[in-house]
């Protein structure tokens, strides 16, 4: 009689939301089924279904395990204790670099927005309203302009980020852009950081 496999509940959770991940930045939400994350994982739908109750239920910890990702990269930066102006040069690269790296986190996103799916993410929910309350606090200190509000500065942050890592191919392709990919983000980052900088004061 063979031993009896130790149980792993978190190591089961971890190996069923690592491939959930892969799967729904594939095939978005719709186009993915718990039998394919079961197949993909080793781990049978029953036992997913008992650690996570059910499919919508699977994608939101996902989607809240990416956004701690973001959380995190982001989160770094309080501790740096930086001047306005240095800290929003250094969050605009750290943004823009996590979006550059974490392309499943992308993926999804764009499948979210293609689904219409409404799934409310409370960490980055936090984050978003943390981040404008900070823009707020610059602008009563004078470093930040009065003259844009904080969500249109935030929604011009990351939908050109959003932008250019989804049609930068393309951009290549038809602009016949003759610079490397990676020379091609510097240059992107770079001009993007200086007009977005524009609006905090001296």
Avoid: C
């Avoid at 980055?124 to 509000?149: M, N, P, R, V, W």
């Avoid at 990351?158 to 240059?187: C, M, N, V």
Wanted: no cysteine.
């Amino acid at each position: 009689m063979s031993p009896r496999k130790k149980r792993d509940p978190e190591g089961t959770r971890t190996a069923v939301l690592e491939n959930a991940e892969k799967l729904f930045a594939a095939k978005g939400f719709n186009g993915t089924s718990i039998a394919e994350i079961s197949q993909a994982s080793g781990i049978s739908d029953g036992l997913i279904l008992y650690h996570f109750k059910s499919k919508p239920k699977l994608y939101q910890e996902v989607l809240e395990r990416i956004s701690l990702r973001y959380m995190k990269v982001l989160g770094s930066l309080k501790n740096m204790n930086l001047p306005p102006r240095e800290m929003m040069e250094k969050s605009l690269k750290e943004v823009f670099n996590f979006w550059k790296t974490d392309s499943t986190y992308n993926r999804i996103s764009l499948w979210a927005y293609l689904e219409k799916q409404e799934h409310s993410i409370d960490n980055e929910a936090k984050l978003t309203a943390g981040l404008a309350d900070y823009l707020k606090s610059l602008q009563t200190s004078g470093h930040f302009s009065k003259d844009i509000h904080p969500f249109v500065f935030l929604s011009m942050i990351i939908g050109p980020i959003h932008f250019w890592f989804r049609y930068k191919s393309r951009f290549t392709e038809i602009l016949q852009l003759k610079k490397r990919a990676e020379k091609l983000d510097d240059i992107f980052l770079e001009q993007f950081t200086e007009m977005l900088m524009s609006f905090m004061n001296p």
